[in-house]
């Protein structure tokens, strides 16, 4: 899947008028499905993981859906625990850095401006549009950022220190 492939299905299943899915979950839907993941139509392990975490405000849902794709990827492309789990890091360590100088931030209340933990501030969130733009905006940076990183020579050999992400 190009870049520009995943771009086009995180807009669609965002942007979906059902919006069935979130940040966390559209990104790790991508992304499974560019890595050539298993069950790549499965988005339950980010259920939880929009709004910063259950709505807490805490670390970007694009982020955390990134991070669990990251780190099956890395479990499935690197043979050594240890290794994957400092490779996984690294990745979404430098994906965290571009994110927060593309967006300023990383924690979803940061980025929103709003509290959304209630039913009636998150309704608010959801009539005022906002998600079309600033959520949108971070969603497709983090799946462009990382559509192509199966395909990335950093896996190939096995590398003796964690790999960075491709530019």
Known sequence: MTRDQAS???RALFLDDRHPYGCAETVLLVLKEAFGLPDPEDPSPALAL???VAYSGGTCGAISGAA???GLLAGRRVGDHAI???AAREIVAALIDEFTGRFGAVDCRALLGHEIRSAEQHRA???SGAWRRACMDQVVFAVERLADLDAAPIWDPEPASPPTTPA
């Open 8 to 10: 086009a299905q995180a």
């Open 50 to 52: 929009n709004g910063g």
């Open 68 to 70: 669990i794709a990251v």
């Open 84 to 86: 994957a789990k400092g």
């Open 125 to 127: 969130f959801v009539e």
